[in-house]
């Protein structure tokens, strides 16, 4: 016999997307149940490089992903890893990223991310306000930064190719670079600005205030891992270690962990895999920047934070069972040498890994599927946390059995 459902909709997961997307509805007047396996806002909503990256408006890679295979193998400090041992497993994957970046498909997700993120910051500013938290994000922009002669001709074509997608940016001097960031090492040569970016100064706690605003609307959560769950015409029952819980809809928000519960509900074997990805976070650094900087030749982000300079932007598939490499997160540290003009000091530095659910188009799953009793939401690579006060509002209108802009580009039944 199935039991009442408690909820109107459970919400499978605490990230920055799923408790987002919980205050979305509990506003809209649903009885919200919020379940995650720790405590929210622990996973990689925690060590995420902390940028509203509205400018990266292109899938994770290009067709130079061919020539840089074998170093992805065989360099275990890359920017870009791949685990020899985890190949076989990601070769599907793979396949249909190298699939995806034939002409037509590429520019169907260049123009799905442009569209979730052109519509992020404003997303951010209202969210963000309405729990009266504006000062938790500085929209103060990002710059990219470049240091070798030969690289300017690959900075000017990125630029070129951001203005063709609608991006805001300037090129800025290395005088201009010094003086918005004295810090620096006088030997850059420049870079690009993109003015409408900025950073959050300090993502978990932007977890923790949405969260409790939406405690304040009504949502609540249970510390459960949900092993399963069947449809049936009430709605939605979910296996979990905590019992089984009932709701008349599911949102599954799980990150990378949500293709096996979509599968288990919809049938639908989604090609989900993990950018696997490390930070370096050092608490002696308040005052070296300004604003998010990224270095083009080291490929790796820097982000003023509250508790201080949080070095990012590593990237390794060895999904979701491997221990992490923490070496990886030291070498941030290694990889920021000559771009100060004094190094960066490491006391008390402590190292983190995460999983960013991704898909081999880099867009995300925002659906409504099986007659509106399943919602997703995941699959936002490392997105997740730009596109995640949008999403939001998508699924809100989902809810409502309204359409997002443009939400074909995110359907289940693209894969």
Do not use: F, Q
């Given at each position: 016999m199935v039991q009442t459902p408690e909820a109107d909709i459970a919400v499978v997961g605490a990230g920055i997307v799923g408790v987002?997307?919980?205050l979305q509805l509990a506003r809209q007047g649903r009885r919200v149940l919020l379940v995650d396996r720790q405590a929210p806002g622990l996973g990689a909503s925690w060590g995420n490089a902390g940028h509203l990256a509205t400018e990266q408006v292109f899938p994770?890679?290009?067709?130079?992903?061919?020539k840089r295979l074998p170093r992805m193998l065989l360099d275990p400090m890359g920017p870009l890893r791949l685990d020899w041992k985890y190949l076989p497993k990601a070769l599907p994957w793979f396949t249909r990223l190298l699939l995806n970046l034939r002409p037509a498909p590429f520019q169907r997700?260049?123009?799905?991310?442009?569209?979730l993120n052109e519509g992020s910051l404003g997303a951010w500013q209202r969210l963000l306000g309405?729990?009266?938290?504006s000062e938790l994000f500085q929209e103060d922009g990002s710059l990219l930064v470049f240091e070798k002669p030969e690289s300017r001709q690959a900075l000017e074509a990125l630029r070129t190719r951001m203005q063709q997608q609608a991006v805001p940016v300037d090129f800025w001097s290395a005088e201009t670079v010094r003086e918005a960031a004295p810090q620096l090492s006088p030997s850059l040569l420049g870079g690009l600005f993109f003015p409408r970016t900025g950073h959050f100064i300090d993502p978990y706690r932007v977890v923790c205030e949405l969260f409790e605003a939406?405690?304040?609307s009504g949502v609540r959560f249970v510390q459960a891992q949900v092993d399963g769950g069947q449809l049936h015409s009430a709605g939605v029952s979910l296996a979990s270690d905590q019992g089984t819980l009932n709701a008349r809809q599911v949102l599954v928000s799980c990150g990378a962990h949500s293709a096996k519960l979509t599968a288990a509900l919809t049938g639908k074997r989604v090609p989900l895999d993990t950018e696997r990805g490390y930070h370096l976070m050092l608490p002696g650094e308040h005052q070296r920047l300004p604003f998010a900087v990224t270095s083009l030749e080291r490929k790796f982000i820097m982000?003023?934070?509250?508790?201080?300079?949080?070095?990012a932007g590593t990237v390794e598939f060895a999904g979701l069972e491997a221990p992490p490499s923490m070496q990886r997160a030291w070498q941030l540290h290694r990889l920021s040498k000559g771009l100060f003009r004094h190094d960066l000091s490491i006391d008390g530095a402590t190292p983190w890994m995460g999983f960013r659910p991704s898909l081999p188009d880099s867009l995300p799953v925002i659906d409504r599927v099986c007659d509106g009793r399943v919602l997703l939401a995941f699959g936002h690579q490392h997105l997740g946390l730009t596109q995640a006060a949008v999403t939001a509002e998508w699924v809100g209108r989902l809810a409502e059995r309204a359409a997002g802009p443009a939400v074909g580009a995110y359907r289940l039944d693209r894969f």
């Open positions: 987002a997307c919980a994770i890679a290009d067709l130079s992903i061919l997700s260049v123009a799905g991310i442009r569209t309405s729990i009266g938290r939406a405690k304040a982000t003023p934070m509250a508790e201080g300079l949080r070095l």
